[in-house]
C-alpha cells in the first residue's frame, strides 16, 4: 500500500488497529508512521478519546514466549492497582531497553517515562482484561506476600517466565575467596512462590534472609549452570543484557577431585583447614573440609590403603 496523507487518515481511523500495525501495512517501521503523523497533521490519540492507554487487550490471555517472560517479569517488578484496571512497571533508568521491549508486547503505543529525579522509567497501561489475567495468575495488589505458582505453566514457557521473574528479581556475584566461582539466588517476600519455583525446577535452596522479611531461593555454581540451560535455551531470547554477561562468565569447572589433589590432602588429612587453603586455590573451605571427611571415612589413619588404591 503507497503511503499517503488519505491512506494513512483512513488506516488510522481503524480502531482495532495499532501503529506498529499500520506500519507493516505500508511495509515501514513505526517511527516513520509517527513521523508522518506529526507531518501531515493527523491525530493520533483523538482516535480513542475515551481510554488513556493503548493495549493489547489479550497480552495474557494465550501462552507464548514473549507472553511468559513478560508475566514473569511482572511477577517480580509490575504493579497491579487494587480497585482499578491499572498495570505500573518501574525500573532503572539503565535498564530502559527492556521496558521497551514489554511495552512493544503489551501496549505499543504507550510512552516509557522517566520519574521525577530521572533515574527511573516507568510504563503504566490501563485495560480491564489485561487486570483480570494477572489477577487470574495471582499476579494483584497483593502479590508481594502471596505470590504462588498454583498455575500450570507449559514446560516449553517455563525458562520464559524463570527468566522474566530472574531479570526482576536475580542475581549473580563472585565468590570473594575464589574468584572463578560464583553463586546466585531468586528472592522474593512470599515463601510459598520460591517453594513453587524450586520445586518446578528440581534444584536450589529455600532459606530465610533479612530476618525472615524476604526469602531466597540460593544456586551454586553447578545449579547456575542449570539455571542458565533452562532459561537461555534459545539466546536469541535474551532481554537483559547484563544479566545474560553474568551467567556467560560461569564456565564449566569439573569439580571432581583429581588423584593428585587426594594425595596431597591426605597428606594434611590432620592440619587445620585454614592452613592448607592455599594449596588447593580451586577450593572453597566447605569443600576442602567435605573432602577431608570423605577420605577419613573411607581410609582413617591409614594412609597405605589410600596410596595402593
Known amino acids: ?11 488510522m481511523n481503524d480502531l482495532s488497529q495499532t501503529v506498529p500495525e499500520v506500519a ?7 517511527n516513520n508512521i509517527y513521523n508522518k503523523l506529526r507531518e501531515w497533521g493527523i491525530p493520533l490519540r483523538g482516535r480513542r478519546r475515551n481510554q488513556t492507554y493503548f493495549a493489547h487487550d489479550k497480552a495474557f490471555s494465550k501462552w507464548s514466549h514473549q507472553m511468559a517472560y513478560c508475566l514473569g517479569f511482572i511477577a517480580a517488578d509490575g504493579h497491579v492497582w487494587k480497585d482499578r484496571p491499572y498495570l505500573t512497571i518501574g525500573i532503572h533508568k539503565e535498564d530502559t531497553q527492556l521496558l521497551e521491549y514489554i511495552r512493544d508486547y503489551i501496549s505499543p503505543e504507550s510512552q516509557v517515562r522517566e520519574n521525577k529525579t530521572k533515574t527511573q522509567v ?3 497501561i490501563k485495560s480491564q482484561q489485561i487486570w483480570d489475567d494477572l489477577n487470574r495468575f495471582g499476579i494483584n495488589h497483593n502479590k508481594t ?11 516449553k514457557y517455563l525458562g520464559d517466565f524463570i ?7 536475580g542475581s549473580i556475584w563472585k565468590s570473594r575467596k575464589n574468584p572463578d566461582y560464583y553463586t546466585g539466588s531468586i528472592v522474593s517476600a512470599s515463601k510459598q512462590f520460591l517453594l513453587d519455583l524450586q520445586q518446578l525446577i ?58 593428585e589433589e587426594d594425595d596431597l590432602l591426605l597428606e594434611h588429612l590432620n592440619t587445620k583447614i585454614k592452613e592448607i587453603t592455599h594449596l588447593f586455590p580451586n577450593r572453597s573451605d566447605k ?3 567435605a573432602r577431608k571427611n570423605l577420605l577419613r571415612k573411607k581410609y582413617g589413619k ?7 588404591w
Open 287 to 289: 569443600t576442602i573440609q
Open 1 to 11: 500500500m503507497k503511503l499517503t496523507k488519505e491512506n494513512l487518515t483512513r488506516e
Open 202 to 259: 528440581g534444584f536450589g535452596n529455600v532459606r530465610e534472609t533479612h530476618n525472615g522479611k524476604y526469602f531466597s531461593l540460593d544456586f551454586s555454581q553447578s545449579n547456575l549452570l542449570k539455571l542458565k540451560n533452562l532459561i537461555y535455551s534459545d539466546p536469541t531470547k535474551v532481554v537483559l543484557n547484563r544479566k545474560y554477561d553474568k551467567f556467560t562468565q560461569i564456565n564449566h569447572i569439573d569439580r571432581t577431585w583429581s588423584k
Open 122 to 124: 516507568q510504563l503504566c
Open 302 to 308: 591409614d594412609k597405605k590403603h589410600y596410596t595402593s
Open 145 to 155: 506476600f502471596n505470590l504462588k505458582i498454583d498455575f500450570k505453566i507449559p514446560q
Open 24 to 30: 507493516k501495512k505500508f511495509g515501514l517501521n513505526k
Open 163 to 169: 527468566r522474566g521473574y530472574f531479570d526482576g528479581d
